[in-house]
């Protein structure tokens, strides 16, 4: 059987998966473990099953002898108590659930410094502070800490990229006073290390697994953070589209770009900054219009060279956030050309001068001008719509080495090996 030396694992909104990768960073395999149903994403037993399953199918036809380390990547600011021994108590709080008790977040409001991650309805520390407070609770932890304490490691270790939205302070490096102020009983959290970064060696449960004896645990990251890596996207420069339901941008800064009001904030991986921004415009306005039949027979009758002159700002309903902020933002749909080919491509220039401005507006904030664009996302499939961005934005288009959070988290553990030997 051929040799992994790196392990990823993916705990994803969809299920969880698995990837091996080769000495030379090359992806080696892919095991895959789908959630049956909604109940099945918030249970960690099914985590946990969905982790021993996808490693026992990568080992069936790959040796894991040569395995150097192991990192996951989790949904960012699913949050869960803990006892004493590890096991949950009360329910996960997952990424998109809202705190059920509205005076943290008022709490958070008034204390957390201006541009904190940690603020709004949605926020992860909101979560961890409500789900602190049951009986019994000695540790709140992100998806991913508890899934790496599942695979054997001993200490309750976090990464920077999960923890910014549970408040962590990048440029101290420690979680903040403030917190405390909030509720939240700091001595419950974990041990913070930077993404990538290098963990203790493979316990018991980890060579129960599979793992081989010094395998080593890795700090990872989150499934976002992931998916930008999966791509190969790395240098200063490098901007990554994800054009699926939403329109995404994100480039690899030298420096921090934080700017809540556009809902920009930025997490450090290794020796740069990822900084990005959503559209509420996406795929979800073509597919509104066009089911996916429609979309497959007139991709290939775009004219890409010919502009409609339509200039579009496709929304589903008014308010935008970024590259603009303005929660009454109006679509811009009209007028509507008889030819429904016509109305197709007008929309796609519209996403794609929103991109254009995104990757502007990135680089107005402090980021860099981005020097290539790769793409993931069912967007990434209309040659057409790639010809016209490759005209509007001018830079380089690189293939993307995958579009696996799993492979991004695994080439996670390979980078931090070189940057921590
Ligand atoms: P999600 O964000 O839901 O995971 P996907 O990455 O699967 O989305 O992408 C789905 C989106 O891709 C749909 O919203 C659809 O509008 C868009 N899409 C699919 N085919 C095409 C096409 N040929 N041209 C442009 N957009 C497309």
């Known amino acids: 059987a051929r040799s992994a030396i790196a392990l990823g694992i993916d705990l994803g909104t969809s299920g969880v998966r698995a990837a091996a990768l080769a000495t030379d960073g090359s992806p080696l395999g ?7 149903d909604a109940a099945a994403a918030r ?10 399953a996808c490693l026992a199918e990568l080992s069936s036809h790959l040796s894991f002898d040569s395995v150097e380390g192991i990192a996951v990547d989790g949904t960012s600011g699913t949050v869960l108590a803990v006892d004493a021994a590890g096991a949950p108590v009360g329910d996960v709080l997952m990424y998109n659930d809202p705190c059920p008790d ?26 961890a502070i409500h789900i602190s407070r049951q009986p019994g609770v000695k540790a709140v932890l992100h998806q991913a800490d508890w899934i790496l304490m599942q695979l054997g490691l001993a200490e309750r270790a976090s990464d920077e990229n999960n923890a910014l939205k549970t408040g962590y302070d990048l440029t101290a490096e420690t979680w903040p006073d403030w917190l405390e102020a909030c509720g939240m009983d700091i001595a419950l959290l974990p041990a913070v290390r930077r993404a990538g970064a290098p963990l203790s060696v493979t316990g018991a449960a980890g060579r129960a697994l599979g793992l081989p004896f010094g395998c080593r645990y890795h700090a990872g990251t989150t499934d976002g953070c992931a998916s930008f890596l999966a791509t190969g996207a790395s240098a200063v420069g490098d901007g990554v589209t994800a054009l699926g339901s939403t329109l995404v941008v994100k480039v690899a800064s030298a420096r921090p770009i934080d700017a809540a009001d556009y809902g920009i904030y930025s997490h450090r991986i290794l020796d ?3 900084a990005g921004g959503a559209s509420n415009s996406g795929g979800a306005v073509i597919r509104h219009f066009f089911d996916g039949a429609r979309l497959k027979a007139m991709t290939p009758l775009l004219r890409p060279d010919e502009p409609t002159g339509l200039f579009y700002y496709p929304l589903l309903k008014p308010g935008e956030r970024f590259p603009t902020n303005d929660p009454a933002y ?41 020097r290539s664009v790769r793409t993931v996302g069912g967007g990434a499939a209309n040659p057409a719509w790639t010809r016209m961005r490759e005209k509007a934005l001018g830079v380089p288009f690189l293939p993307s080495r995958s579009a696996e959070a799993a492979v991004g988290t695994a080439s996670l553990v390979l980078a931090g090996k070189a940057r921590w030997p």
């Open 330 to 370: 109006s679509p811009l749909l009209e007028p509507r050309p008889a030819d429904d080919l016509v109305f197709f491509q007008a929309l796609l220039e519209g996403m794609t001068a929103i991109e254009k401005s995104g990757y502007d507006r990135l680089a107005d904030l402090g980021g860099p001008p981005v």
């Open 43 to 52: 249970s960690p037993a099914v985590w946990r099953r969905g982790v021993e």
């Open 272 to 274: 740069f900054w990822l």
């Open 102 to 127: 509205s005076a943290v977040v008022e709490r958070i409001a008034q204390r957390a410094p201006p541009d904190n991650p940690a603020r709004g309805s949605t926020s992860a520390l909101a979560r």
């Open 30 to 36: 892919m095991a895959a473990f789908p959630f049956p």
